[in-house]
């Protein structure tokens, strides 16, 4: 009679505080373009969704954004596309800042005035710099970012 071979009974180690931090902080990132493509569908400058990945002068650009759209009667249709990369964090081992490198591409997310496309000139690779912090709730979001143009990355 043969004995099966012992199970290994321990479990996985829980994530570092590092490897949590690039988790969540990376979510809040591409959170923040998500519900910035949605909110841009109707320019809804006021959805409380943008709230939840962004906060401070990145939530500032992000209203004063879709404000402008609103008034000129333009909005948003597709999504740009992402490759966030974490390329700094501090403090190194239980971070509350990470900087995130992005090469988005914008080409799919188009605005439109009118159901008629508003500039026929395709988007393009952006190269995006973005701080995302981690808040006193405990939650992540990104407080600026810089996005460079069309062809940068």
């Known amino acids: 009679m043969t004995t099966p071979p012992p199970s290994s009974s321990a479990s996985p180690s ?40 962004a906060t401070g002068d990145a939530l500032g650009v992000i209203n004063r954004s879709l404000y402008t759209d609103h008034l000129n009667g ?34 799919n997310w188009l605005k439109y005035k009118d159901g008629q496309l508003l500039d026929d000139t395709p988007g393009g690779r952006r190269s995006i710099t973005a701080e995302v912090k981690k808040q006193q709730d405990g939650t992540w979001r990104v407080t600026r970012f810089a996005v460079e143009g069309v062809g940068s990355c």
Not at 23 to 33: E, I, K, R
Not at 75 to 100: C, F, L, R
């Open 14 to 53: 829980p994530a570092s505080p590092a490897d949590r931090a690039r988790q969540q902080a990376t979510a809040a990132y591409t959170g923040m373009w998500q519900q910035m493509a949605k909110a841009g569908e109707t320019s809804d400058w006021q959805s409380p969704e943008l709230a939840k990945y």
């Open 74 to 107: 333009v909005v948003s249709k597709g999504a740009p596309t992402h490759n966030p990369q974490v390329s700094e964090m501090n403090p190194a081992d239980n971070p509350t800042t990470v900087m995130i490198s992005d090469c988005s591409d914008s080409s």
